[in-house]
């Protein structure tokens, strides 16, 4: 049950990834670009996409998720270095070739030999990250 | 086009609902870069085959979605093999710095109002469009 909600979680993430259009990179980097041909699709993507996901949050108070166990626990609200170094990190490769984790995945099947160099290139990004993150967190511990 | 955002809207509901399953199914945050992550640093080890299902619908179902729609599926990613590499190390390395990408932060943070997913949002947007204005308006290079 919980691998089958998985895959379809998964397959609806990337079937709208793909229908939206957030696959080409020219339409997030056109979404980016506000000095040149601005192009607005990503704003509806996002708009589209955080309206049933309001609705999921709402509906999961006095409830539990259907394969049991618990619901995330609310935010955190404080703001630290880690989120403010990581997004601007991320922000700079988003805008450099236009392609995030979700639809860098889904496009893996007709993206080429690009798609799958990004795909490597992201995931040794990420396997990079844990040493850097102690490191932030230590030197903001000692200061 | 003038249809695009009309796409736009109708799969940004669709990757709203993934969110929406994965949220109430399982109790867990659809975040790309935390359950990709996760499964590339050993940090999600309690959970693997379930990331492992969540990666196949989201390459699969494309895969299968473009044999059935007559659009050319193409992502016009930049033949620049440099600027692919180090695009994508940046993408890596930051989403899991800041603990999450255009998924977690973005949809999943700001439904549910998320103070820091909505900063996050709006940081990575801004460093994106700073990064395509110099690199492409002034340096000409992308």
């Known amino acids: 049950m919980r691998l089958v909600l998985s895959f379809s979680a998964g397959g609806l993430f990337g079937l709208g990834l793909f229908l939206s259009g957030m696959t080409d990179t020219r339409k997030v980097q056109g979404w980016l670009d506000i000095f040149g041909n601005w192009d607005p699709t990503l704003a509806f993507v996002m708009g589209g996409a955080i309206i049933p996901m309001a609705i999921a949050w709402q509906l999961t108070r006095g409830r539990r998720p259907l394969v049991g166990g618990s619901f995330p626990t609310p935010p955190r609200q404080e703001l630290d270095r880690r989120l403010v170094i990581g997004s601007v990190l991320f922000g700079m490769g988003w805008g450099l070739a236009g392609l995030c984790p979700g639809p860098a995945m889904a496009s893996l099947s007709y993206g080429g030999t690009g798609g799958i160099v990004f795909m490597i290139a992201m995931a040794a990004g990420m396997i990079a990250a844990p040493p850097v993150v102690q490191r932030l967190d230590h030197t903001a511990a000692k200061a | 086009m003038e249809t695009d955002w009309i796409w736009g809207l109708i799969g940004g509901g669709l990757i709203g609902l993934g969110g929406a399953v994965f949220l109430l199914g399982n109790g867990r945050i659809m975040g790309a870069s935390g ?12 959970n693997t085959a379930e990331r492992i299902a969540f990666i196949a619908g989201v390459v699969l179902i494309p895969m299968i979605a473009v044999v059935f729609t007559s659009a050319e599926a193409q992502t016009h990613l930049t033949p ?3 600027v692919i590499v180090i695009a994508g190390l940046l993408v890596g390395l930051g989403t899991r710095i800041a603990n999450g990408c255009t ?7 700001i439904s549910r109002l998320s103070w820091r997913g909505l900063i996050a949002t709006i940081i990575y947007i801004l460093a994106g469009a700073a990064t395509l204005a110099v690199l492409r308006h002034v340096w000409s290079l992308i």
């Open chain 2, 103 to 109: 998924s977690g932060h973005g949809v999943c943070g």
């Open chain 2, 80 to 82: 620049n093999l440099a």
């Open chain 2, 35 to 46: 359950i990709l992550g996760g499964l590339l640093d050993g940090s999600g080890r309690s």
